[in-house]
Every structure is written in structure tokens, then in C-alpha cells.
């Protein structure tokens, strides 16, 4: 059983399309805010020109960049707010052109190719947090308030 849990209402739903070049997670959160969403989940598919991907170990995130084109096999994330201001938390699975995968917590470095698709649901009725948790240091969700 959780140890927290929060319920939500589904909102607005926000189709995005993002252009070549672009950095994924910014404009994820450049689309939210745009729209008034500071609560939601999103999903995306797409291509990509570069990668950068987090490992979560020890308190921190390693990051491994895969330079060459790559397609996005599947990404999902949220939108919550943190020290208040919409944050994107996010895991991605990308292969290249020999079908190999590779996934991780999506980073800044994620460069748009040919284009990807957004699909961002608003959760409304409250406001998902986050608050820095000094063992794992990092910023968990806070479903109690």
C-alpha cells in the first residue's frame, strides 16, 4: 500500500508538436506553462537527433549521450511543481537504426529531429509536489498537503 496517494480529476488535453532542434524537456515544460498546466501527465513519441540519459545512482543522476539519429520508442512523464514552478520528470526508451534500445531519465540534451508528438492531460482539483528528500536527495512528491 502507498504510503501517500492523491486523486486527481483529468483536465484539458494539450496536443503539441515540437520542432526540429528543440530540447524535449524544455519544451515539454515551455508547453505546460503555456497552458496553465502545472499538474498532468504526457506521453510523446517522436525522432531525435542526439540523446542524453540519467541513471539515477547514489544521490545523483549519470548521464550517458548517444550521438546519432535516434527514434523514440516510448516516453512518459509528468508535470508537477517544484520550489513553485512547473517541473518535468520524465523516462524515455529510444533505439537507433540497428533496433538496439536504450533508456534512462530524460535530460536537457535531448534534440529533436524530424519532429515529436506531445500529448500533455491536465490533472485538475489540486497540485502535485515536490519536496527534497535528504535520503534519496531528491525531489519526491508530496501527496499529504
Known sequence: MPTEMGKFKAGKLVFARLNEDED???AVLQVAKRNNVSTGLFFLIGTLKRASLGFYRDGKYETRSID?????VS???NVSVRENEPFVHAHVAVSNEKGEVFGGHLMSGCVVAATVELVLIEAVNGKLRRKFDVKTQLHLWSLSE
Open 75 to 77: 516516453c512518459m512523464g
Open 24 to 26: 524535449v524537456s524544455e
Open 68 to 72: 546519432e539519429p535516434l527514434e523514440i
